[in-house]
């Protein structure tokens, strides 16, 4: 009888030790394609906003530029309504963006 238990005792622990084994093993390829993904996906690069005060005044000239051209192109929908004229309106805005932010702001190249 004693010898019953302990060959029971035996083999349950040899089931122990063989899940236990299966178990690390799994988690041991779980880390590894862990640490393989972690180096061949990108790293997202952090964009941060620069934050002195040329760089404040630079976001607020961008703003009042995109603000006068999309009040330029509202204008001359809404008056004329013409596809043609609000093309060429568009298009010569487009071009003339530039110098007027060079001319307004000071912006040299």
Same mark, same amino acid.
């Given at each position: ?8 005792? #035996? ?9 236990? *084994? ?6 041991? *390829?779980?880390? =590894?394609?862990?640490?393989?993904? #972690?180096? @061949?996906?990108?790293?997202? !690069? *952090?964009?941060?906003?620069? %934050? %002195? ?11 009042? !530029? ?9 204008? !001359? /929908? +809404?008056? /004329? %309504? ?11 805005? @487009? +071009? +003339? #963006?530039?110098? !007027? ?5 000071? =912006?040299?190249?």
């Amino acid at each position: 009888m004693s010898k019953e238990r302990a060959r029971r005792r #035996a083999e349950r622990e040899a089931e122990r030790a063989r899940a236990m *084994r299966a178990n690390e093993e799994r988690q041991a *390829r779980r880390a =590894r394609r862990r640490a393989l993904l #972690a180096r @061949l996906t990108p790293r997202p !690069v *952090r964009i941060a906003r620069q %934050g %002195g005060l040329l760089a404040r005044r630079q976001r607020a000239q961008n703003a009042a !530029v995109a603000a006068g051209f999309l009040l330029v192109q509202a204008i !001359v /929908w +809404l008056i /004329w %309504g013409s596809f043609f004229l609000s093309f060429a309106v568009l298009v010569f805005s @487009l +071009l +003339l #963006a530039p110098v !007027v932010v060079t001319l307004a702001f000071d =912006r040299r190249i």
